[in-house]
C-alpha cells in the first residue's frame, strides 16, 4: 500500500523568507511523486514531479523538491516567499503499474505575511 | 488550448434533487476522475474511468453516478442519496498509465440549500 503525510497542515512564513512544505511517503515500489498548488476555489496546477531521474527537481514559480529515498521524503522549498504563493499546496504519490491512480496527502495550506 | 473544462462553476441544489456536474476534456487522455473536496480537506475520489463504456467506484462513490459514453465527457450525477453533498468537485484526466500526473479542472462548488 501507499501512502502519503504532508506534516503539517498550515505554514505561516513572512514575505521574502524561505518556505518549507514537508512530505513523507511509504510506497514498497519506487514512486513517483508531485506537488500540486491550489488557489482558492480554483483547480490544481502541478508545480514540480519527480520520476527517478534527478534527485533535486526545480518546478515553476521559483519551487523546488528534493527525494531523499533514505528519508522517504519530498520536501517542497522555495528560498523566498511571494505574497503570491499564498495557497493550499498538495503532496501527492502515483504507484507505477498501479493504473496511474495517484494518492493525495491531506495538504498544507500556506499563508504569508506581509 | 488543449484543456479540462468543468461547468457550471457554482451551482444550487434542493434537497432532494439530481444534479449533473459536466466535465469536458480535449487532450485525449484516457483516464477521468471525480474528486470531492471539503473545506480544509484534502481530495477524495468518488469514481474513475479508464476507458470509455468503463468506470469504477473509488473511495466514496454511495450517492454518486457517472456515465462515459464518449472519450471527451464523463459527467457526475450527485443523487438525492447523498446525504450531504455541499462540496467542492474536481474532475480530472491523465494518460493512461503514465507518469506525468493529471491535468485538473477549474472545480464546481455545490451547494444543497
Known amino acids: 500500500a501507499q501512502s502519503v503525510t504532508q506534516l503539517d497542515s498550515h505554514v505561516s512564513v513572512s514575505e521574502g523568507t524561505p518556505v518549507l512544505l514537508r512530505c513523507n511517503y511509504s510506497?514498497?515500489?519506487?514512486?513517483?511523486l508531485f506537488w500540486y498548488v491550489q488557489h482558492p476555489n480554483k483547480g490544481l496546477q502541478l508545480l514540480l514531479k519527480?520520476?527517478?531521474?534527478?534527485?533535486l527537481v526545480k518546478g515553476i514559480n521559483g519551487f523546488e523538491a528534493e527525494f531523499k529515498k533514505s528519508e522517504t521524503s519530498f520536501h517542497l522549498t522555495k528560498p523566498s516567499a511571494h505574497m503570491s504563493d499564498a495557497a493550499e499546496y498538495f503532496c501527492?504519490?502515483?504507484?507505477?503499474?498501479?493504473?496511474?491512480?495517484?494518492?493525495f496527502g491531506g495538504g498544507t495550506r500556506l499563508m504569508v505575511k506581509p | 488550448d488543449g484543456g479540462i473544462t468543468q461547468s457550471p462553476k457554482y451551482l444550487f441544489r434542493k434537497e432532494g434533487q439530481n444534479v449533473t456536474l459536466s466535465c469536458e476534456q480535449n487532450?485525449?487522455?484516457?483516464?477521468m476522475y471525480w474528486y470531492r473536496q471539503d473545506p480544509g480537506q484534502g481530495l477524495r475520489l468518488i469514481y474513475y474511468?479508464?476507458?470509455?463504456?468503463?468506470?469504477q467506484k473509488g473511495d466514496i462513490a454511495e450517492g454518486y453516478s457517472v456515465s462515459r459514453e464518449k472519450k471527451e465527457s464523463f459527467p457526475l450525477t450527485v443523487t438525492s442519496a447523498q446525504k450531504n453533498p455541499t462540496a467542492f468537485y474536481l474532475c480530472?484526466?491523465?494518460?493512461?498509465?503514465?507518469?506525468?500526473?493529471?491535468?485538473f479542472g477549474s472545480g464546481t462548488r455545490l451547494t444543497v440549500v
Open positions: 480530472a484526466s491523465s494518460v493512461d498509465r503514465s507518469v506525468d500526473g493529471y491535468t
Open positions: 519527480y520520476t527517478s531521474a534527478a534527485t
Open positions: 501527492v504519490v502515483s504507484l507505477r503499474g498501479a493504473g496511474n491512480m495517484l494518492t
Open positions: 474511468s479508464q476507458i470509455v463504456n468503463d468506470f
Open positions: 487532450l485525449n487522455h484516457d483516464a
Open positions: 510506497s514498497s515500489y519506487s514512486p513517483s
